[in-house]
């Protein structure tokens, strides 16, 4: 899977929903952890400062957020986390000469009804 992919998955996840269950947000802190591990492998070969530190700040957040743990706080991590993530993918984007990544074009291919601040795409 791409590293696009990767976020929007985690980005029309089912932790993000009001309904979510302590699984959904375990599933989500677990494939967060897989897509920074692949965002840090792309960027092994990349020399783009910025990017790597918003890839530490996101790494930062996730463990801040812990495995598995519920409640707001860990969800505002979690939330931190991929912001943090869809900066590094747009940065490593813009080195490539291409568009940003904008999960709003994905939307569709997503149950996305109940995505936070949907209105504001």
Known sequence: ?????????LYFG???????TAIDVRKAHHQMKKL????AVALETEDIPTARKDLEKA????????PGEGGPDALRYLDHALSYAHRVIGDL??????????PADFARWYDAVEVPFREDW
């Open 1 to 9: 899977m791409g590293l696009r992919a990767g976020h929007d998955q």
């Open 14 to 20: 089912r932790w993000r929903r009001m309904d979510a």
């Open 36 to 39: 920074l591990g692949e965002i």
């Open 59 to 66: 790494l930062e957040a996730l463990y801040t957020a812990g």
């Open 93 to 102: 984007l813009h080195e490539k000469g291409l568009p940003p990544h904008s």
